[in-house]
């Protein structure tokens, strides 16, 4: 893989570290949540503190539907629905509850050892037309 920074004096484990992701993630406007198949949430950047009004300690603690004050798990969620290899649900809309933005959902489960480990859910708000 060709690296962007030609020229630059960090190396490509320099590039891809975990601040380096964090620190870009976080400056995306759109909401990044990361939990694990128990719906956990274990990563959230700044675009969803603001969304959701709490803090990623907060959140770090919830379970992924509560975000969207929901005690219980999407009725359209894809964890524990999808077959590796199957194509995920398309694209959902959902409302944050805070604020009343209404955002489209996509989500990216990501498999280990044939196991679904973590889901990465991208929420970008819908454009008016």
Same mark, same amino acid.
């Given at each position: 893989?060709?690296? !962007?920074?030609?020229?630059?004096?960090?190396? %490509?484990?320099?590039?891809? =570290?975990?601040?380096?992701?964090?620190?870009? !993630?976080?400056?995306?406007?759109?909401?990044?949540?990361? $939990?694990?198949?128990? $719906?956990?949430?274990?990563?959230?950047? $700044?675009? &969803?503190?603001?969304?959701?009004?709490?803090?990623?300690?907060?959140?770090? =603690?919830?379970?992924? $539907?509560?975000?969207?004050?929901?005690?219980?798990?999407?009725?359209?969620?894809?964890?524990?629905?999808?077959?590796?290899?199957?194509?995920?649900?398309?694209?959902?809309?959902? =409302?944050?509850?805070?604020? &009343?933005?209404?955002?489209?959902?996509?989500?990216?489960?990501?498999?280990?050892? &044939?196991?679904?480990?973590?889901?990465? %859910?991208? !929420?970008?708000?819908?454009?008016?037309?």
């Amino acid at each position: 893989m060709r690296s !962007l920074l030609l020229g630059s004096k960090m190396d %490509q484990s320099e590039i891809y =570290t975990e601040k380096l992701m964090n620190l870009i !993630l976080d400056t995306i406007e759109e909401v990044i949540v990361i $939990h694990d198949a128990d $719906h956990n949430i274990l990563w959230m950047n $700044h675009a &969803g503190e603001k969304a959701f009004g709490i803090n990623v300690d907060k959140a770090l =603690t919830m379970k992924c $539907h509560q975000l969207f004050k929901n005690s219980i798990p999407c009725s359209d969620c894809d964890v524990g629905t999808v077959v590796i290899g199957e194509p995920t649900n398309p694209v959902r809309r959902k =409302t944050i509850p805070s604020t &009343g933005t209404i955002v489209e959902c996509k989500t990216v489960p990501y498999y280990k050892d &044939g196991k679904m480990e973590l889901v990465i %859910q991208c !929420l970008r708000p819908v454009k008016e037309e």
